[in-house]
Each structure stands twice: as structure tokens, then as C-alpha cells.
């Protein structure tokens, strides 16, 4: 008795992918929630555990403080005289401004150490030391010279976002194919052709990366450039409720900036689909 096994082609139908792609979206997005429920739970019994809201304060107490600084009660407008919304605008403004001037010293910085080599033996040594000091460093240098209004909180945040973009921007000049740059050389491109028509599209994707990380960092710096005079703003309304012992506002503050950070960066890989479409394919 013999016995035959026949074997068949397994073809993928036109759509399979696509079919697969909404249930695993949604079981993304189920296993998010679920892990903000666990978090939520796991500290709503700490604080009740511990019974101590200066240390830990409760979901119930921060939600409270939002309600407070979002508002005008007993004749107290907000915190401090600002509505959160307001504490959270001024210190996006200062963080969108100082991100704008570093990215774009950063861009022109990068592109020239990419393209010229004696200036990036010059310069890199003062940008990696520059990108090892921490914001607190050099701030009170800039208080020193600049006073304590917008002036010293704008150099920092630039400052703080340059290294980054500038470092990603020249390792991106640097690494694009020599052979792509000698062909359009060789088709009559100068050097500045050359670096606007082959180096910049190959780099973009890197250069990207880059402001991404630079407007993090700006962001993560922006509670450090406002421990002077920093009402209205959300890291001078963080530093003023800290010197009060009022934990809830200080969580409160971390939660606006951590959200509005998210939503940024959200907004920046958005952009970025758009505006290189190319990256990640041959």
C-alpha cells in the first residue's frame, strides 16, 4: 500500500496584509489602554498605601489641582495668576522659539563640518563638549550676561537643541554615496549643487532624526531655563510649587509637559512622513 503526499502552492491572496493590518492596530491600541489601567491602578494603591500626598499624591488630588489651575475659584485665577493653559503656552512659545534657532544653527553648522573638512577639526571638539554640559551649566553664565527676562531662557533652549542637529546633520553629509556625488560632479554640478541635489536628500532622514532628538532636548530643558523668573511658564509653575511641598501641582506640571512632549514628537513623525517619503525604502 502506497501512500502519496501531494504538496501545493500556498499563494498569498491580494489583500492578506491589508486584512491583517486593522486587528493588529486595534489590539495595539487595546494593549495601551490596558497598560494605562495598570499604571492608574498601581498608583492609585501606592497612595492610598502610603497615606502620604506630600511623597505621593493621589490620581483624585492631581486631577483636583487641574481643575484648580484651569480655572478662577475664590476669586484666585489658576496658579500664580495664569490658567495652566496659559503656564504651558508661554513655555511652548520659549521652546519653539529656541528649537527654531538651534535647528537651524544646528543645520548650517553640520552642513558646513560635513562639507569642509578643516572646519569640523576645529569644531567638533567645541560641539561635543558643549553637547556633554548639562543645561544648568552654562545657565547661570547666560543670567550673568543676559539678565533674568526671555533673553537667557531663548540662548539656553538653542544652545541646549544645536549639538544634536548639528552632529546628525554632518555624520549624514559625511556618509552620503561618493559615487552618486562624483556622477553629478562629473555631469557638471559644483560642489554646492552636488551637496543641494545628492548629499541633502540622502541626509534628510538622519537630519530628521536629529531636530527630533534636538526638540526633546530643548523640551527636557525648558523646567531648568525657567528656574528664574519663570511665571508664567510649566517648569517655573513645577520649580514654584516644588519650594511649596505641593507634590500634585508638581505631578500636574510633569504631566503637561509630558503629554504636550508626546503630541510634539507625534506631530514631528507626521511631518516627517510627509516630507520624506522616501525614507526606509531603496
Avoid: C
Wanted: hydrophobic fraction near 50%.
Amino acid at each position: 500500500m502506497s501512500t502519496s503526499l501531494e504538496t501545493r502552492p500556498v499563494t498569498a491572496t491580494p489583500g492578506a496584509t491589508t486584512a491583517l493590518a486593522p486587528p493588529r492596530r486595534k489590539r495595539r491600541i487595546l494593549l495601551r489602554l490596558v497598560a494605562l489601567v495598570v499604571l492608574y491602578a498601581l498608583w492609585e494603591i501606592t497612595a492610598r498605601t502610603m497615606n502620604n500626598p506630600t511623597f505621593i499624591p493621589s490620581p483624585g488630588a492631581v486631577w483636583h489641582q487641574l481643575i484648580v489651575t484651569s480655572s478662577v475659584h475664590d476669586g484666585v485665577r489658576g496658579y500664580s495668576g495664569h490658567l495652566l493653559i496659559e503656564h504651558l503656552g508661554v513655555s511652548l512659545r520659549r521652546i519653539l522659539i529656541g528649537s527654531v534657532i538651534g535647528v537651524v544653527g544646528g543645520l548650517v553648522l553640520g552642513l558646513v563640518m560635513g562639507t569642509v573638512t578643516w572646519i569640523r577639526v576645529v569644531t567638533e571638539p567645541v560641539v561635543t563638549f558643549i553637547r556633554a554640559l548639562p543645561p544648568l551649566a552654562y545657565f547661570s553664565l547666560f543670567i550673568i550676561w543676559f539678565g533674568i527676562d526671555e533673553t537667557p531662557k531663548l540662548w539656553l533652549l538653542s544652545i541646549a537643541a544645536l549639538p544634536p542637529v548639528a552632529v546628525a546633520t554632518a555624520s549624514a553629509v559625511l556618509g552620503a554615496p561618493t559615487g552618486l556625488v562624483e556622477a553629478s560632479r562629473a555631469l557638471g554640478a559644483n560642489k554646492w549643487q552636488a551637496v543641494r541635489d545628492v548629499v541633502l536628500p540622502h541626509a534628510l532622514p538622519e537630519i530628521f532624526t536629529g531636530v527630533r532628538i534636538a526638540v526633546g532636548v530643548a523640551y527636557s530643558s525648558v523646567v531648568a531655563a525657567e528656574t528664574i523668573n519663570g511665571v508664567p511658564g510649566i517648569g517655573g509653575m513645577v520649580r514654584d510649587a516644588q519650594r511649596y511641598s505641593q507634590t500634585d501641582v508638581v505631578v500636574l506640571g510633569l504631566f503637561a509637559i509630558g503629554l504636550s512632549g508626546l503630541l510634539i514628537d507625534a506631530l514631528l513623525q507626521v511631518a516627517e512622513k510627509r516630507l520624506i517619503p522616501w525614507r526606509g525604502r531603496a
